[in-house]
T-cell receptor, first 113, second 110 residues
Framework: NAGVTQTPKFRVLKTGQSMTLLCAQD?????MYWYRQDPGMGLRLIHY???????AKGEVPDGYNVSRLKKQNFLLGLESAAPSQTSVYFC????????????FGPGTRLTVT | QQQVKQSPQSLIVQKGGIPIINCAYE??????FPWYQQFPGKGPALLIA?????SEKKEGRFTISFNKSAKQFSLHIMDSQPGDSATYFC?????????FGTGTRLQVTL
């Protein structure tokens, strides 16, 4: 099993550009999450999904959109990137509601110039 | 609003020492308290977790102490090793998601 995979691993964007981060999991988990990690801020939840076709806002959703068209995939989109979105993005999945054990991907390092 | 407060931000201990990382929360709806360990360049991974009806849980060299009345919990690492050098996050669960602390960078020196 690959677990949770994320693509790309690194990306540099210019302000105003758009991009999509892809997360895939092969554990048949219902729940998936997108976080951003910034120095001194810990992991902050951007959006999450409790099942295929569902999405919900987390703590810091502004400037991001998500889609969960297939159970195994969770996409995070930036429509118009801003320097404040420079961060490391982690996707996670869990079997149960509330994510008592979340399995994290390796992360995507995004720089917006 | 930081719902889970974690301290210290960083910690350096010698090999064999017992680092202690503390977390505090306000939301009494939290019902599960995990700790995650993250090595550089990797995603976090679950280390150990506790439910609020238990005051202590041990797994190997890692122990969680939980004080429900004070709304505080802490991670102790016994006989710490250089391989324990990582960032540690406490977290707290509500119905559908985890709220993480800000992390503690631990360095264990020889």
């Amino acid at each position: 099993n690959a677990g949770v995979t994320q693509t790309p691993k690194f990306r540099v964007l210019k302000t105003g550009q758009s991009m999509t981060l892809l997360c895939a999991q092969d554990m048949n988990h219902e729940y998936m999450y997108w976080y951003r990690q910034d120095p001194g801020m810990g992991l902050r939840l951007i959006h999450y999904s409790v099942g295929e076709g569902t999405t919900a806002k987390g703590e810091v959703p502004d400037g991001y959109n998500v889609s969960r068209l297939k159970k195994q995939n969770f996409l995070l989109g930036l429509e118009s990137a801003a320097p404040s979105q420079t961060s490391v993005y982690f996707c996670a999945s869990s079997r149960d509601r509330g994510g008592s054990e979340q399995y994290f991907g390796p992360g995507t390092r995004l720089t917006v110039t | 609003q930081q719902q889970v407060k974690q301290s210290p931000q960083s910690l350096i201990v010698q090999k064999g020492g017992i680092p202690i990382i503390n977390c505090a929360y306000e939301n009494t709806a939290f019902d599960y308290f995990p700790w995650y360990q993250q090595f550089p360049g990797k995603g976090p991974a679950l280390l150990i977790a506790i439910r609020p009806d238990v005051s202590e849980k041990k797994e190997g060299r890692f122990t969680i102490s939980f004080n429900k009345s004070a709304k505080q919990f802490s991670l102790h690492i016994m006989d710490s090793q250089p391989g324990d050098s990582a960032t540690y996050f406490c977290a707290a669960r509500t119905a559908s998601k985890l709220t993480f602390g800000t992390g503690t960078r631990l360095q264990v020196t020889l």
